[in-house]
């Protein structure tokens, strides 16, 4: 079955430190790729998405991330992280094209940066 | 001038009970889309809809039912409620349910007691 891995369940950082959360997922054909992103008490907004082309997404807020196929990865990262950034953080896969086609989500990473 | 709305918020009931969701979306997608995200924050679809038929259907108990009398609404209504239907449950769209980016509403906070 398709799966979605997102191994960091909680990181904790400074701010101004680098971040990098990891995305892997288990499907051997065309994928789309999103990062979307949970403020406390608030709904999913997309951070960013990957369809074709350039494997290196530029996304809002600073963040991007780079789609690695043979590794089946599309981490996530930010240079510098503030604490406005605190917030849960799902990746997730599409791995079809038709209209029965679903997207799966990580379990998500919760981000907790300290002032 | 929401994109994606559900009533009500916040839904305190009590086991056994019926209730609904509703959801509505002002995008002229052709998609929505039921999640279920659990006190894990784990978010796992429930339904799908394109343009008011069923597309899926997970593995959920049928005493969850989904309708959708147009393309812009699509409701949740829950029989005889147990504990474990207690979490967030975000409606969302998009604008053909292939590739295209999820846009999700704010959410229903379901307590069962």
């Known amino acids: 079955a398709q799966s979605v891995s997102q191994h960091n369940h909680h990181v904790i950082l400074s701010e101004a430190a680098s971040l990098e959360l990891g995305c892997n997922y288990s499907?051997?054909?065309?994928?789309?790729l999103f990062w979307y992103v949970q403020y406390p008490g608030q709904h999913l907004q997309l951070l960013l998405k990957?369809?074709?082309?350039?494997?290196l997404v530029k996304g809002i807020k600073g963040f991007e991330a780079e789609f690695i196929k043979s590794k089946f990865s599309f981490n996530l990262r930010k240079p510098s992280v503030q604490w406005s950034d605190t917030a849960e953080y799902f990746c997730a896969v599409n791995p079809g094209y038709s209209s029965a086609s679903k997207i799966i989500f990580g379990s998500g990473t919760r981000l907790s940066i300290r002032p | 001038d929401t994109a994606v709305s559900q009533t009500p918020k916040y839904l305190v009931t009590q086991m056994g009970n019926d209730k609904s969701i509703k959801c509505e979306q002002n995008?002229?997608?052709?998609?929505m889309y039921w999640y279920k995200q659990d006190s894990k924050k784990f978010l796992k679809i429930m339904f799908s809809?394109?343009?008011?038929?069923?597309?899926i259907n997970e593995t959920v108990p049928n005493r969850f039912s989904p309708k959708s009398p147009d393309k812009a609404h699509l409701n949740l209504h829950i029989n005889s409620l147990e504990l474990g239907d207690s979490a967030v449950y975000f409606c969302a769209s998009s604008l053909d349910g292939t590739t295209d980016t999820q846009y999700f509403g704010p959410g229903t906070r379901l307590t069962v007691l």
């Open positions: 990957y369809f074709s082309g350039d494997p």
């Open positions: 809809y394109n343009n008011k038929e069923l597309i």
């Open positions: 995008l002229g997608h052709d998609t």
């Open positions: 499907y051997g054909g065309t994928v789309n």
